[in-house]
């Protein structure tokens, strides 16, 4: 058993170590440096820990615990600084934030560095020596340490979440997807911290990160969610007075704007998703393509509608989606 999961946490920090050198060689997305630092730190307390748990003597045991704190502490100041790079406020991630960040993971290692004050942190009871999966004891400043941790992954995972809801319908799903991958090992930390059931002993957040080293990576280069567009759109394209709608090669309703509802008389925008843009604007007419023609990507395209009462046009030069616009009709007048 112990052999299986020191075997597991190795798997788990030569994997985040990997993502890390992938994230470091496609360092072009504002978010890389700050990514990889975070699988980075991940990496190296998951390998910490492999070797904490094949330790046979208890120095030996306690000497590579003390070592994975470089690692835990900088997890925080790297997930806050990458969920700030990630939704658009990378010009708050300055020398002097993260400098301020570093601090108290900085006097956590002095503090274990230090016998005198080692214990004030963690340490192996004596009580300990001989069990494979002793728990470890925690001193007043390991309390503080955690709740320091979990104050900035909360602080974060709350601006990304703040920041996710204001993003375009079509990209919901996948970005519910990041915010469960990130609290997986989250919870599991809580739980192990706590000393919850089995997971005191066993405290499995390097391995889980796997799955949050992975989606992430995924977003920020595969899904490309790391790029602002999105987050503009629900700031703006939402405000704006002209119906906008987002067209498939099919020239069916990817997205839209509330104007654009207002425009087909529908409720919601989500009324309009998957639905043709001929089947919502019967009366125009050339809107819907011959059957079994799909457009090609990059094929240029003009439509010309006639919204409100007033001329409007769908453009597509290039990608797989055309947008559309024109005026919609407010509720109000005056």
Same mark, same amino acid.
């Given at each position: 058993? &112990?052999?299986? &999961?020191?075997?597991?946490?190795?798997?788990?920090?030569?994997?985040?170590?990997?993502? %890390?050198?992938?994230?470091?060689?496609?360092?072009? %997305?504002?978010?890389?440096?700050?990514?990889?630092?975070?699988?980075?730190?991940?990496?190296?307390?998951?390998?910490?820990?492999?070797?904490?748990?094949?330790?046979?003597?208890?120095?030996?045991?306690?000497?590579?615990?003390?070592?994975?704190?470089?690692?835990?502490?900088?997890?925080? =100041?790297?997930?806050?600084?990458?969920?700030?790079?990630?939704?658009?406020?990378?010009?708050?991630?300055?020398?002097?934030?993260?400098?301020?960040?570093?601090?108290?993971?900085?006097?956590?290692?002095?503090?274990?560095?230090? =016998?005198? !004050?080692?214990?004030?942190?963690?340490?192996?009871? %004596?009580?300990?020596?001989?069990?494979?999966?002793?728990?470890?004891? !925690?001193? @007043?400043?390991?309390?503080?340490?955690?709740?320091?941790?979990?104050?900035?992954?909360?602080?974060?995972?709350?601006?990304? #979440? /703040?920041?996710?809801?204001? #993003?375009?319908?079509?990209?919901?799903?996948?970005?519910?997807?990041?915010?469960?991958?990130?609290?997986?090992?989250?919870?599991?930390?809580?739980?192990?911290?706590?000393?919850?059931? @089995? $997971?005191?002993?066993?405290?499995?957040? @390097?391995?889980? $990160?796997?799955?949050?080293?992975?989606?992430?990576?995924?977003?920020? $280069? *595969?899904?490309?969610?790391?790029?602002?567009?999105?987050?503009?759109?629900?700031?703006?394209?939402?405000?704006?007075?002209?119906?906008? $709608?987002?067209?498939?090669?099919?020239? +069916?309703?990817?997205?839209?704007? =509330?104007?654009?509802? +207002?425009?087909?008389? *529908?409720? *919601?925008? %989500?009324?309009?998703?998957?639905? /043709?843009?001929?089947?919502?604007?019967?009366?125009?007419?050339?809107?819907?393509? =011959?059957?079994?023609?799909?457009?090609?990507?990059?094929?240029?395209?003009?439509?010309? &509608?006639?919204?409100?009462? +007033? @001329?409007?046009?769908?453009? +597509?030069?290039?990608?797989?989606?055309? !947008?559309?616009?024109?005026?919609?009709?407010?509720?109000?007048?005056?």
């Amino acid at each position: 058993m &112990l052999s299986l &999961l020191a075997s597991l946490m190795v798997a788990a920090g030569l994997l985040l170590a990997a993502l %890390a050198a992938y994230v470091a060689w496609r360092r072009s %997305a504002p978010a890389a440096a700050s990514l990889a630092v975070l699988l980075l730190a991940v990496a190296w307390w998951g390998l910490a820990y492999a070797a904490e748990l094949s330790a046979t003597e208890l120095a030996t045991k306690s000497r590579w615990g003390d070592l994975k704190y470089v690692g835990i502490g900088a997890l925080g =100041p790297s997930w806050l600084a990458f969920v700030l790079q990630y939704t658009g406020r990378g010009h708050r991630v300055t020398r002097r934030l993260l400098v301020v960040l570093g601090i108290e993971p900085a006097v956590v290692l002095a503090l274990l560095a230090v =016998p005198a !004050t080692h214990d004030l942190v963690r340490f192996y009871p %004596a009580s300990a020596a001989g069990d494979d999966l002793p728990v470890v004891g !925690t001193g @007043p400043v390991f309390w503080v340490h955690l709740v320091y941790t979990n104050a900035l992954l909360l602080v974060a995972t709350v601006i990304f #979440v /703040s920041t996710l809801v204001r #993003v375009s319908p079509v990209y919901w799903r996948m970005s519910m997807t990041m915010v469960a991958a990130a609290l997986l090992p989250w919870v599991a930390n809580l739980l192990h911290n706590l000393e919850v059931g @089995p $997971f005191a002993r066993v405290d499995l957040t @390097p391995f889980l $990160f796997i799955v949050t080293g992975a989606v992430c990576v995924w977003g920020l $280069f *595969r899904a490309h969610l790391v790029k602002l567009a999105p987050v503009a759109r629900g700031v703006i394209v939402d405000t704006m007075a002209d119906a906008v $709608f987002v067209l498939d090669a099919f020239r +069916r309703v990817l997205d839209a704007n =509330p104007a654009a509802a +207002r425009v087909v008389g *529908r409720p *919601r925008t %989500a009324d309009l998703i998957g639905r /043709s843009l001929g089947e919502l604007l019967p009366d125009q007419p050339g809107l819907t393509p =011959p059957t079994g023609q799909v457009e090609a990507t990059g094929t240029p395209l003009e439509l010309t &509608l006639s919204v409100g009462g +007033r @001329p409007a046009t769908a453009a +597509r030069s290039a990608g797989t989606s055309s !947008t559309c616009s024109g005026s919609a009709p407010t509720s109000g007048g005056s």
